[in-house]
Each structure stands twice: as C-alpha cells, then as structure tokens.
C-alpha cells in the first residue's frame, strides 16, 4: 500500500504571497488532517477534513483554508503569508467509519513526510 | 484543555544503554496516547499506541510505553538503544472518534559511542 506523500518537499515564499501545499492519502483512508510544526515544536493541529467536508479546526486564522477532493486526496492553502507561517506542514491520513460526524474508530494517522515552507 | 508535556527537551544516551523518554499529559476524558519518532527532514512515525486495557504496550524497533494513569504519564522506554535511534521523540494524546492528537514539543535524543 502506498503512503502518504506530499508536495512540494520544500518551497520559499514571501510574505503576502499565498501558497497552496498538496497531499495523498494512504490507500484506504478517508480522512485527511494537517499540522503545522514549527521549528523546535510539535505539530499543532490545523484542521481536518472527512467526506469533502471540514470536520474540526485548530486555532488558526481563517487565511489558512483546505479542500477534499473526491479520491480523499486533500490541499493547504494559506493567503496572505507572514513570517510566522515559515513551518513544517505535515499532512496525516485515518481512517473513519460510520455514518456522518458520529463515528468512532481508532484515530491512527500516517504522516507525511511534510512540505517545509519558509517565508521570507 | 489538553496538553502533553515532555520534560527533556534533549537526551543523550550511550549506545547499548537503556532509555526512558518521560511524557505527562492533562485530559478530561478516556485518552489514547501515541509516541512518534521523526528523523531529520522526515514525517512522523508511529511506535506505538494505547488505547485501553494492558498499560504495557509494546511497538516497533524494540520500544515500549507504560500508561500509568494515577500519574498521567505514559513514558517511553528501550533497553538497549542503537545509534539509529537517534531522533526526535513526540508523545501526543487524544481521544476516540478522531478526535486531533494534541502533540507535546518532543524530546531530542541523541546516541553517543
């Protein structure tokens, strides 16, 4: 089975510039979430997105925005860059079950390897 | 509110010695917890996870974790560490239904001869 693979692996921006950071799910999967992990930290939790749907945000502003595709593949994008956004981003994978937003299931995420945006 | 807290920022240990990464963590309900390994330039990988019922768990490449609950910890263990261990180490915490893990800011380990 095939992984999680994100694009692009490293990219440079400027601040005010927007950027859009791409992800594949592992196969099998249906739920996609993004982190943002900036140096020396651990990952924060940015939003996570089920059947095309926003389905939880962390507390990030709404400059930061994503979508679902129908093959659960899954994008970032973040508008109007600022310095601060300079960051590892780490797109997971899981899996759900169950019918809309009630479901349960063990929440196990594979990881990406991430897309490191630095702005300048 | 959820927090993990890992109180080494950085661990050096010589190689063939023995391994304790401690983690700490605040949460209202039941929780899952999870220790990741992510080497340089790399995502993260799971070692391992609790979910309920035995407190020991053991995982991939020799680790293994101990859920203590009246301590709220869940630390990290190896008996003996090979230099390929040399990574960071992120224990998080979260909750049934996918709920977002809630990650703490990692221990760097280090491996020495």
């Known amino acids: 089975e095939t992984g999680v693979t994100q694009s692009p692996t490293h990219l440079i921006k400027t601040r005010g510039q927007q950027v859009t950071l791409r992800c594949s799910s592992q196969?099998?999967?249906?739920?996609v979430s993004w982190y943002q992990q900036a140096l020396g930290q651990g990952p924060q939790f940015i939003f996570q997105?089920?059947?095309?749907?926003?389905?939880g945000r962390g507390n990030f502003p709404p400059r930061f925005s994503g979508l679902q595709f129908p093959n659960y593949s899954s994008e970032l994008n973040v508008n109007a860059l600022e310095l601060d956004d300079s960051a590892l981003y780490l797109c997971?994978?899981?899996?759900?079950?169950?019918?809309?937003?009630?479901?349960?299931?063990?929440?196990?995420?594979?990881f990406g390897a991430g897309s490191r945006l630095t702005v300048l | 509110a959820q927090s993990v807290t890992q109180p080494d920022i950085h661990i050096t240990v010589s190689e063939g010695a023995s391994l304790e990464l401690r983690c700490n963590y605040s949460?209202?309900?039941?929780?899952?917890l999870f220790w990741y390994v992510q080497s340089p330039g790399q995502g993260l990988q799971l070692l391992l996870k609790?979910?309920?019922?035995?407190?020991l768990v053991q995982g991939i490449k020799g680790f293994e974790a101990e859920f203590k609950r009246s301590q709220s910890s869940f630390n990290l263990r190896k008996p003996s560490v090979h230099w390929s261990d040399a990574a960071e180490y992120f224990c998080?915490?979260?909750?049934?239904?996918?709920?977002?893990?809630?990650f703490g800011k990692g221990t760097r380990l280090s491996v020495i001869a």
């Open positions: 997971a994978s899981s899996s759900k079950s169950g019918a809309g937003r009630a479901v349960t299931g063990a929440n196990v995420l594979t």
């Open positions: 196969s099998g999967h249906n739920t």
């Open positions: 997105y089920y059947r095309e749907e926003e389905n």
């Open positions: 949460y209202g309900a039941t929780p899952y």
């Open positions: 609790y979910f309920s019922g035995d407190t």
């Open positions: 998080a915490v979260g909750a049934r239904g996918n709920t977002p893990l809630v």
